[in-house]
């Protein structure tokens, strides 16, 4: 699968070494080939390369969090799923203080400038 990755990174280092060593060449060019050439072409395939994988990865996050079982837990192994390890937990408690989040403070600062 990296096999195209690898052989892209392989060129564009080779055209960055021919462009170090030529007669009119420099370093900065020679970095710049091999980064404009190379890493960004390269990292963008690998990532693209990379979706599906991740959308299973998702997909099976979802489908273990919808059980209400830890990811990884398999049943059969000596412990059996009880009714507290499959019941949902809150992912944000609720607010102990019963205050609304948009009530007015008391003591404002008055904006610089101005007089009250």
Known sequence: MYIVPIGWLYVALMMAVAEATGTS?????AIVTFVLYGMVPVALVVYLMGSPARKRAIRAREAGSETGLEP?????LGEKPGPASLSPQPSNPPDAG??????????????VGKES
């Not at 060449?25 to 060019?29: D, E, V, Y």
């Not at 990884?72 to 059969?76: L, W």
């Not at 019963?98 to 904006?111: E, L």
């Open 72 to 76: 990884g837990f398999e049943p059969g």
């Open 98 to 111: 019963h205050h609304s989040s948009a009530a007015p403070q008391i003591d404002r600062v008055p904006p």
């Open 25 to 29: 060449g420099t370093i900065l060019g």
